[in-house]
């Protein structure tokens, strides 16, 4: 199975480090980039590391995707609570997905309890700060592993 791996980052995470560090703290997404990059290389895998504030983009990523790559990371931020078309999106790819939430969801408004990614998502990761993302990719890396034997 494919090594490559999409890291997909939904509105707003752009401005991760300026926007309520009490809630995100302060590491910015190029923090979180360098981050996957080195665990990605001590994984052995490649990494497509994306953020959109559009649904359709995302979307689109999704459809690269498809074709290509051996699972998805994907934080959908606020699109995770009313995307029905990343769900579909994310419904056509066959490899592991696993949605990550850099925050704890549940211990906040009940709002964001539901998410339309989860009905799709082979593991969900939230409250672990932006470590998430980094446990993510060892899980993704683990299901290739496996897959390959
Ligand atoms: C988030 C949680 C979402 O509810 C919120 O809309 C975000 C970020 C998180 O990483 O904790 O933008 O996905």
């Known amino acids: 199975m494919s090594r490559l791996v999409y890291v997909l980052n939904g509105p707003n995470l752009n401005l991760l480090g300026k926007r309520q560090p009490h809630i995100y703290g302060h590491e910015t997404l190029a923090d979180v980039e360098r981050d996957c990059r080195a665990v990605a290389a001590e994984l052995r895998l490649e990494l497509r590391f994306h953020q959109s504030n559009r649904e359709y983009e995302i979307i689109d990523w999704i459809h690269a995707a498809r074709e290509t790559a051996g699972g998805i990371v994907i934080n959908p931020a606020a699109f995770t609570h009313y995307s029905v078309a990343i769900l579909d999106a994310l419904n056509t790819f066959d ?53 390959a034997g």
Request: proline content about 2%.
């Open 95 to 147: 490899a592991p997905v696993i949605e990550i939430h850099i925050s704890q969801v549940h211990k906040r408004e009940e709002f964001r309890h539901h998410s339309f990614v989860s009905a799709r998502a082979d593991g969900v990761i939230a409250g672990f700060g932006t470590q998430g993302y980094l446990l993510a990719l060892r899980r993704i890396a683990w299901l290739i592993d496996e897959k």
